[in-house]
């Protein structure tokens, strides 16, 4: 039997989610299908807490809309946008890319380091929210952006290694690459860094096809469980029915 997994984007840059969607397929096991999906509405990019908060809508949204059929989810955005959330929406399993790509990373060593973008405290109140703040051991940031990972790979993938090299050498025993715009970049530096680089998108699809294997039921009690059908946005739409339970 097919297992299928919907890699959803959480802004709404559809060349993101093709990235995303390649990586997941080159990570994924044979009969695993990957399904991709961008959201109808919300921001282009995310990179600022307004930003991060309009897409939790939009990310909500998409997953009402695209996950049936599926057997579990993956959020193709490193902020794990509104993951708790889809978490208790969803009726099939729920996974963010940076918070698999930790779990990952400290069964690698010690301490981790993460390597993107922008908006660095971002990322340590997120990596602090798993509980995992005394394992990360840095943060590095690259000069460049996500478009420029799109119109220049090479170059932006020369910045992330030397970036990467850094984190090791200030005690990072494996180190994350943070960002959508990332996804897949891990293959074409992977020999310039002296220790392992986890792709969150990668890690991610496999940790999620480890748990439909499991076949571990949803919570049916506690903060997790579906919704009682007493909250509503107001809308037509999946995400609706979804609320009502």
Aim: charged content about 15%; proline content about 5%.
């Amino acid at each position: 039997m097919t297992l299928r997994i919907l890699v959803a984007n959480a802004n709404t840059t559809v060349a993101v989610t093709e990235n995303c969607a390649a990586a997941a397929r080159a990570a994924a096991s044979p009969g695993t299908e990957i399904v991709a999906a961008t959201p109808r509405f919300g921001p282009a990019i995310i990179s600022s807490r307004a930003e991060n908060a309009i897409a939790a809508h939009g990310i909500l949204d998409c997953l009402a809309q695209h996950h049936a059929g599926c057997d579990a989810a993956v959020l193709a955005v490193s902020y794990d946008t509104a993951l708790a959330a889809a978490r208790q929406l969803l009726p099939i399993p729920v996974l963010g890319m940076t918070e698999a790509a930790c779990l990952t990373a400290c069964m690698l060593g010690g301490r981790f380091g993460l390597v993107t973008f922008s908006s660095a405290e971002l990322y340590r109140e997120l990596i602090a929210s798993y509980g995992l703040a005394s394992r990360l051991s840095g943060i590095g940031l690259v000069a460049a952006s996500p478009s420029d990972a799109a119109s220049d790979p090479a170059g932006v993938a020369a910045k992330v290694a030397e970036t990467a090299r850094a984190l090791a050498r200030d005690g990072a025993d494996a180190v994350i690459l943070g960002g959508a715009a990332l996804a897949g970049m891990g293959g074409r530096i992977r020999a310039d860094v002296p220790v392992p680089l986890v792709d969150g998108i990668a890690a991610a699809v496999r940790l999620a096809e480890t748990l439909v294997a499991l076949g571990l039921k949803k919570p049916a009690v506690g903060s997790f469980a579906a919704p009682t059908g007493r909250a509503s946005v107001g809308l037509a739409s999946p995400l609706e029915t979804l609320l009502r339970g």
